[in-house]
């Protein structure tokens, strides 16, 4: 049935959560420290390696950049959108809201953890295609093999950032949730030039930009920079028909 694939994405990351909560109490908080560093380092090189795969492309055997202009744009007019509209602070009341209602007001890192680890699993490319598939032609299998990534990648950041992560079963449930339910609506963008890559190039960037927060602390409001997302998808479909 189309959801399905949601559905079992939600269930790998409460399981994970729940997971990396059990195996992060047996972890002495330097040790927990250092595998944060590690987790965020990790995230920087699947961020970089991501645009890169995107921005760079070899035309007659030399190495040369495209869509750098996207990019730019894109990231410019998005980030301006987010900073108007206060989406980083609206994230942030509902990650506090959470906590209040999960008894978890001494956990300082709640918020962060939460809004870090939903940032991570929503933005992929995958996430979008995924479910776009599940509702068009009830395949959910792209969906089920990130059910198996961001279960792992869920059990690494609960263990280190603390049980924040496990809510982010919440805005990844919503998020694929409404793509598949509009997935007849979004089915014709898929025909549009290059709507996809350009989102994921710019998704990545976002996810750079995350695993920096979790290495040296917030340096980008990556909540205002996700309409990023969406000016992506707008410059590609006037490239498009231009």
Do not use: H
């Amino acid at each position: 049935m189309p959801g399905i694939g949601t559905i079992v994405n939600v269930a790998a990351v409460i399981i994970g959560g729940i997971a990396g909560m059990l195996f992060g109490k047996k972890i002495k908080e330097e040790t927990r420290q250092s595998l944060m560093k590690a987790a965020g380092v990790s995230v920087i090189f699947i961020g970089i390696s991501g645009a890169l795969s995107g921005l760079l492309k070899i035309t007659d055997g030399i190495l040369t950049t495209d869509k750098a202009l996207m990019m730019i744009v894109s990231l410019i007019i998005g980030t301006l959108i987010g900073e108007i509209a206060g989406i980083e602070k609206r994230l942030d009341v509902f990650g506090e809201w959470l906590k209040r209602k999960t008894n978890s007001t001494e956990d300082g890192g709640f918020v962060g953890a939460f809004v870090n680890t939903s940032l991570i699993i929503c933005v992929g490319a995958m996430a979008v295609v995924g479910a776009i598939e599940d509702g068009l032609s009830k395949n959910p299998s792209m969906l089920f093999a990130k059910a198996l990534l961001d279960f792992l990648i869920v059990i690494i950041m609960t263990s280190t950032l603390g049980k924040g992560c496990i809510f982010a079963f919440i805005p990844i449930g919503i998020f694929q949730g409404s793509i598949t339910a509009l997935s007849k609506l979004i089915e014709p963008m898929l025909s549009m030039g290059t709507v996809i890559s350009d989102m994921s190039l710019v998704g990545n960037v976002l996810i750079f930009c995350v695993g920096i927060n979790i290495c040296f602390g917030k340096k980008f409001n990556v909540g205002n920079m996700l309409p990023s997302l969406i000016a992506a998808t707008i410059y590609s479909i006037i490239n498009f028909y231009i």
